[in-house]
C-alpha cells in the first residue's frame, strides 16, 4: 500500500492532482482544501496517501496534513459514504466544522458536501457523534461544542440570535466556544453575541 508520495507536482485540476516520483506520475484524489493547500506545479511537495484496492481500480487519495487524512478514514467507516463522497464533505468542511456540525446536529451544513443528502447527514450526525470530540481539530475529548463554564441559558440564546443572523449553525457553534474559552463563566448574553460577531467576521457574512 502507498502512504505517502514524495515528489514533484505535475498538475492540479478540479478534484484531482498529479504527483511525479522518480519519473512515474500518480493520479492522487484529494479535496479542494488539500489541492489549494498544495504547492504550485512544478514544485516539490509531500502527499500524504490513503489506497483504497477495488476489483477494478486502486485508487489514491491524497492529502496535505494528517488531520483531514484521519477524518477522511473515519468518515469512510460510515455506510454510504465512499471516498469521494468524503473528499466531497471534507471540501465543504473543515475538519473544525465537521466538529461543530456533529456535535450541534447540523443536518443542513453535511448536506452541502455533494452525494451528502439529508437521511446520509442523519447517518453521519448519529455514528460520528461519540467520535467527533477525540479528532484532529477538536482540541480534545469534549471540545466540539460549547463545553466551556458558561451559563447553559446564555450560550443557548447566543447560539440562537447568530443563527437567526444569518449564520451557519456549525459556524456559530465554534466561535461561541472561542469566545467562552476567553471570557470564561462571568461572560453575558451580550458579551457572547458581541465577541462572537467578532468571531464570524473575518468569515463568511451573515446571509
Not at 31 to 37: E, H, K, N, V
Amino acid at each position: 500500500m502507498i502512504a505517502r508520495l514524495a515528489g514533484r507536482i505535475e498538475a492540479i485540476e478540479a478534484d484531482r492532482c498529479i504527483v511525479d516520483v522518480a519519473g512515474v506520475g500518480y493520479l492522487v484524489q484529494a479535496s479542494t482544501r488539500s489541492l489549494a493547500a498544495f504547492p504550485l506545479p512544478p514544485a516539490q511537495a509531500v502527499v500524504l496517501v490513503e489506497t483504497q484496492v477495488r476489483e477494478d481500480a486502486i485508487i489514491l487519495f491524497g492529502f496535505a496534513d494528517a488531520a483531514e487524512r484521519d477524518w477522511f478514514r473515519l468518515l469512510t467507516t460510515v455506510q454510504g459514504v465512499g471516498g469521494r463522497v468524503a473528499l466531497a464533505i471534507l471540501s465543504a468542511l473543515s475538519p473544525r466544522e465537521l466538529i461543530a456540525a456533529i456535535a450541534s446536529g447540523d443536518r443542513a451544513s453535511l448536506t452541502r458536501a455533494n452525494g451528502v443528502g439529508a437521511r446520509l447527514a442523519v447517518r453521519l450526525l448519529t455514528e460520528l457523534r461519540d467520535k467527533a470530540g477525540a479528532m484532529p481539530g477538536s482540541g480534545g475529548p469534549g471540545s466540539a461544542g460549547i463545553a466551556m463554564p458558561l451559563p447553559a441559558s446564555a450560550a443557548a440564546d447566543a447560539l440562537s440570535a447568530l443563527v437567526n443572523l444569518g449564520y451557519r449553525r456549525a459556524e456559530v457553534v465554534a466561535a461561541l466556544a472561542r469566545v467562552a474559552e476567553r471570557l470564561g463563566a462571568q461572560a453575558g448574553l451580550d458579551a457572547l453575541i458581541r465577541e462572537g460577531l467578532r468571531e464570524l467576521a473575518p468569515g463568511e457574512a451573515a446571509r
